[in-house]
């Protein structure tokens, strides 16, 4: 199984909820990772997970929340988003931790379109 | 951190090969050169990535520039599938990014039929 999921494919949330989106994969990687793509853009990283720790928060807002329970599975909890904060939410592991991260690649699932009115 | 420069867009015809430059003159000697390409509607890919030696994969073939200074990506025959943003990562201790993809805006490939 190479593959990395995505839940749910698509989010519609008003300002005032809460929310999960959720990763998994099955490849025995890590790291793990959230990544913010706005429409025509670049991807930007949000977070690193290592290890099932938090190794880098990129200065993301408190309002993402991002949780690891096990080596497969990566949420990120969403509160109080501004309507700024719709973009596509790329999850994304890799082999190993973080250490020697220059020669692996990384995995991307399909992405969360989140929309936050 | 090192930065790598890529045209904005470029066009191919099908069948044809494709070669996708990327400019990194500050490159330092550990960073790797990393290739990853977003296809419409989709999470990245990766596609390839090498140090000093060019490299081939099913894929594509990445050729390194004897000064490293830059490096070409080649679609040896580009079919409709490549049409995607192709991006141009550099990865490594000196650049303080050996876990992070730090993305540029990328190449824009059209393969025309």
């Known amino acids: 199984d190479t593959e990395v999921t995505q839940t749910p494919k698509h989010l519609v949330m008003g300002m005032t909820n809460k929310k999960s989106l959720k990763c998994e994969q099955h490849?025995?990687?890590?790291?793990m990772y959230w990544y913010k793509q706005k429409a025509k853009k670049p991807p930007e990283l949000m977070f690193v997970?290592?290890?099932?720790?938090?190794?880098i928060n990129e200065s993301v807002p408190s309002r993402f929340s991002p949780e690891c329970p096990n080596s497969s599975l990566l949420n990120l909890h969403l509160h109080a988003l501004q309507p700024e904060d719709s973009a596509l939410y790329l999850c994304?592991?890799?082999?190993?931790?973080?250490?020697?991260?220059?020669?692996?690649?990384?995995?991307f699932g399909p992405g969360t379109r989140l929309t936050v009115l | 951190d090192a930065k790598t420069t890529q045209p904005n867009s470029m066009e191919s015809n099908e069948e044809e090969p494709v070669h996708l430059p990327c400019n990194h003159s500050?490159?330092?000697?550990?960073?790797?050169i990393h290739w990853y390409r977003q296809l419409p509607s989709q999470g990245p890919e990766y596609v390839i990535h090498?140090?000093?030696s060019n490299v081939n994969n099913r894929m594509a073939s990445l050729a390194i520039a004897e000064d490293r200074k830059s490096s070409t990506l080649i679609l040896h025959r580009a079919t409709l599938r490549d049409a995607a943003v192709y991006y141009c990562?550099?990865?490594?201790?000196?650049?303080?990014?050996?876990?992070?993809?730090?993305f540029g805006q990328g190449t824009t490939l059209q393969v025309k039929p």
């Open positions: 994304a592991s890799s082999k190993g931790g973080l250490a020697g991260g220059q020669y692996n690649e990384q995995f």
């Open positions: 490849m025995g990687h890590r790291a």
């Open positions: 997970y290592s290890y099932e720790k938090l190794s």
């Open positions: 500050t490159i330092s000697g550990t960073d790797y």
């Open positions: 090498g140090l000093t």
């Open positions: 990562i550099l990865r490594g201790l000196s650049s303080g990014n050996t876990g992070k993809l730090i």
